[in-house]
Nanobody, 124 residues
Framework: QVLLVESGGGLVQAGGSLRLSCAASGRTGSDYAMGWFRQAPGKEREFVAARSRNNDLSYYQNSAKGRFTISRDNAKNTLYLQMNSLKPEDTAIYYC?????????????????WGQGTQVTVSS
């Protein structure tokens, strides 16, 4: 399994930006997909974005398209999520995921490794 540690969350006003980071360790190489999910209070965990195992393709939830950008630095074993034009409805705990097992990117059951999460709060 991959050990994942998220950072970069915080409190921001609507319209502001944050960049989340996810440092990966514990597995040799970087040939595995990574992604971001989020969970708002009282709601199920939902897919936000993913980066392919070859680090050449990105996938986004519709609400993230045009506002969020996922990227990965294999040399640093770190995944990023640049979030711009944040909205109060983006408030959630953001989780990093790794080692996609196949199936649907959007399903949390398709991922093997998870971080502990970082809180993002967007005030109106």
């Amino acid at each position: 399994q991959v050990l994942l540690v998220e950072s970069g969350g915080g409190l921001v006003q609507a319209g502001g930006s944050l960049r989340l980071s996810c440092a990966a360790s514990g597995r040799t190489g970087s040939d595995y997909a990574m992604g971001w999910f989020r969970q708002a209070p009282g709601k199920e965990r939902e897919f936000v974005a993913a980066r392919s195992r070859n680090n050449d393709l990105s996938y986004y939830q519709n609400s993230a398209k045009g506002r969020f950008t996922i990227s990965r630095d294999n040399a640093k074993n770190t995944l990023y999520l640049q979030m711009n034009s944040l909205k109060p409805e983006d408030t959630a705990i953001y989780y990093c995921a790794a080692e996609f097992r196949g199936g649907n990117f959007y399903s949390q059951n398709s991922w093997s490794s998870w971080g502990q999460g970082t809180q993002v709060t967007v005030s109106s």
